[in-house]
């Protein structure tokens, strides 16, 4: 009320609800989702979008349908950091001696039958170089990817008919690339997903949109959004800038985060702990989940049902009729840029940490966590620490793009030379500049 949320009923939220989404049906409208939803709130979400509100529900949530028991047997590759984003799966997949394109040293690449060390950001090259010289068989044309030609077409005739792993880091152009590549070699592409029911999410088309949805809001073409689970003003400042200009915006969330805050109406929902529903994993198998704890609230699925009974649009019943069917998976066009570093001295690359999942959202609550996070870590290769003075453990600052970042120095082998890595809510490749804080 006014400027403030205000504590109150939830027939009286509900029916605020009802009643002011009626006006923004149609390409007004926005339902923004998330794959740590079970199937059961993923379903009855896309009818309420569907069916009420003439518009359709999307989640930034990409993943495929593989079995890692299967796609061990054979060829392998796997570009990105597992370590960071699925360990269980990294761990499955340590002992099958895959081909590893990374610019780090993980203990991935260091198990490698052949480790592809490239420059941050050139993955989507040498794919593509990989996929060329697989239909060529020579080394001819393969552009510039600082990976000898003789490695790449090594990598080439190994990985004929080869599943290739992308993780949740990669960007729209990696997938891309590894989507090319895959019809060039006969192959299987196994896309990870960022959350625990990621692949329920991809499964029910939700993926689809996702980014145009997104463009409608920042250009103001949306008026209204329902954001489910999901916190998209932690991670990016412009899209929840468009966020605080909605003329009407409902969150649902177990916590008031940074979106919830902006919003016109916060609908608290049960944790995972407290409700009853199924997840997909990765090999599309479907994972029961039974309640551990008492409810204090609603679940999600409740209450998008109950929000669905008072527009008059379905009721329950219409939900749980609904069945969960397969999709293509998204994966994205075009080419996505990363900054050119020579204007600084150095690569500075953004990317997950296992100890901080996903956006933060849940994990930055829990005290163990926050411990083993209070700590801004910069890696930096010995070369460089020593050529900038920097010692193991000491405070530096981070310049890049306007923004300055303060850490302190972990001297590593894992990065190459010229770049340093720091944990980030999202995938970020830039320029930089670093020196000591004193």
């Keep these: 009320k006014g400027d403030r949320l205000v504590e109150t009923g939830w027939q009286e939220a509900m029916e605020l609800v009802a009643k002011?989404?009626?006006?923004?049906?149609?390409?007004?409208?926005?339902?923004?989702?998330?794959?740590?939803?079970?199937?059961?709130?993923l379903r009855a979400a896309k009818t309420f979008s569907e069916r009420i509100m003439n518009s359709r529900a999307v989640a930034e949530d990409t993943s495929s349908d593989f079995k890692l028991t299967e796609i061990i047997q054979g060829p392998l590759l796997v570009v990105g950091d597992l370590a960071e984003t699925n360990p269980a799966a990294e761990l499955a997949i340590r002992s099958s001696k895959p081909v590893v394109l990374s610019p780090f040293r993980t203990m991935l690449a260091k198990k490698a039958s052949v480790w592809l060390r490239c420059r941050p950001g050139d993955e989507p090259l040498v794919l593509d170089a990989i996929a060329k010289a697989s239909v060529q068989d020579n080394t001819e044309e393969l552009g510039d990817t600082k990976i000898s030609a003789e490695e790449i077409l090594k990598a080439a005739r190994a990985l004929r008919k080869a599943s290739v792993v992308v993780g949740p880091d990669c960007s729209r152009d990696v997938r891309a690339a590894a989507d090319n590549l895959v019809r060039a070699i006969g192959g299987k592409l196994c896309l990870v997903g960022r959350n625990c029911n990621s692949r329920g999410a991809a499964a029910l088309g939700l993926d689809k949109g996702y980014d145009e949805t997104i463009r409608s809001l920042m250009s103001g073409e949306i008026k209204a959004a329902y954001i489910v689970g999901s916190n998209p003003a932690r991670t990016d400042p412009k899209l929840a800038e468009s966020l605080s200009e909605l003329e009407f915006i409902v969150v649902q969330d177990l916590f008031l985060t940074e979106t919830a805050k902006l919003a016109n109406v916060v609908l608290p929902a049960a944790s995972f702990a407290e409700i009853e529903g199924t997840y997909t994993s990765s090999d599309g198998r479907i994972l029961q989940l039974m309640p551990a704890l008492a409810p204090i609230s609603k679940s999600d699925m409740q209450i998008i049902s109950e929000l669905c009974h008072k527009m008059k649009g379905c009721v329950a019943n219409d939900l749980a009729s609904l069945r969960l069917e397969g999709t293509k998976t998204r994966i994205g066009n075009g080419m996505q840029s990363r900054e050119n570093p020579a204007s600084g001295s150095f690569i500075l690359v953004e990317g997950p940490c296992i100890f901080e999942f996903g956006s933060g959202t849940r994990t930055s609550r829990v005290h163990d966590l926050q411990y083993l996070n209070k700590d801004r870590y910069v890696e930096?290769?010995?070369?460089?620490?020593a050529l900038h003075k920097i010692s193991n453990g000491e405070p530096v600052r981070i310049e890049s793009k306007g923004r300055s970042i303060k850490g302190l120095a972990r001297v590593s082998m894992r990065v190459p030379e010229g770049v340093m890595r720091i944990c980030g809510l999202v995938s970020n490749i830039s320029s930089a500049e670093v020196r000591r804080d004193v």
């Design 380 to 385: 930096i290769h010995p070369r460089d620490a």
């Design 20 to 41: 002011r989404l009626g006006s923004y049906k149609g390409r007004r409208f926005a339902m923004l989702l998330s794959g740590v939803l079970t199937n059961e709130a």
